[in-house]
T-cell receptor, first 113, second 113 residues
Framework: DSGVTQTPKHLITATGQRVTLRCSPR?????VYWYQQSLDQGLQFLIQ???????AKGNILERFSAQQFPDLHSELNLSSLELGDSALYFC????????????FGEGSRLTVL | KNQVEQSPQSLIILEGKNCTLQ??????????LRWYKQDTGRGPVSLTI?????NTKSNGRYTATLDADTKQSSLHITASQLSDSASYIC????????????FGTGTRLQVTL
């Protein structure tokens, strides 16, 4: 158990819809990272938050947005969903400081039909 | 552009056999190299990390090697077990924020009876 909690574990929705994925980082970790993993693809960095503020953006589509709340949990919002958005979405957290071990949640599997 | 190439893409071995997974990287700056294990449908978990000055590091039946000059790493699994079936992901680290990490696409290992 990494200590990172993600919900929901599975999500099936239709094209054009909007979903929200939720992540609670490990206790004490201030950084939250969101990644997308499509079939046979490497983890693609989407966005990072640190203590409530956006720190870095990766290849995140304009249809996607995220935020980190005062209690440090984070939400990833995916809107106007397309078939190609079907993927595993992972949240990871790390302790403050330079690159170190990332602790990943179990992921949210999104299927867009 | 930072790149990480892993080979083979997939591998099937009999239980009890050994195997070696390869990772070639072009990442700058470089300070450490980490291997993650990702069980199917789960989040990646760190197996081992090597600093640029280390050549070999063992973690039980897993032995990682690193040649920072040729930018190559390998992960050797000894006496494989069914529970070793997973994807193994190579991640060179540069000492900065995790948002800059480049993840390999992984080697999918299947251990069979």
């Amino acid at each position: 158990d990494s200590g990172v909690t993600q919900t929901p574990k599975h999500l099936i929705t239709a094209t054009g819809q909007r979903v929200t994925l939720r992540c609670s980082p490990r206790s004490g970790d201030l950084s939250v990272y969101w990644y997308q993993q499509s079939l046979d693809q490497g983890l693609q960095f989407l966005i990072q938050y640190y203590n409530g503020e956006e720190r870095a953006k990766g290849n995140i589509l304009e249809r996607f947005s995220a935020q980190q709340f005062p209690d440090l949990h984070s939400e990833l919002n995916l809107s106007s969903l397309e078939l190609g958005d079907s993927a595993l979405y992972f949240c990871a957290s790390s302790a403050k400081g330079p690159t170190g071990e990332l602790f990943f949640g179990e992921g949210s599997r999104l299927t867009v039909l | 552009k930072n790149q990480v190439e892993q080979s083979p893409q997939s591998l099937i071995i009999l239980e009890g056999k050994n195997c070696t997974l390869q990772c070639n990287y072009t990442v700058s700056p470089f300070s450490n190299l980490r291997w993650y294990k990702q069980d199917t449908g789960r989040g990646p978990v760190s197996l081992t990390i090597m600093t640029f000055s280390e050549n070999t590091k063992s973690n039980g039946r897993y032995t990682a090697t690193l040649d920072a000059d040729t930018k190559q790493s390998s992960l050797h699994i000894t006496a494989s077990q069914l529970s070793d079936s997973a994807s193994y992901i190579c991640v060179p680290e540069g000492g900065g924020t995790a948002s800059k990490l480049t993840f390999g696409t992984g080697t999918r290992l299947q251990v069979t009876l």
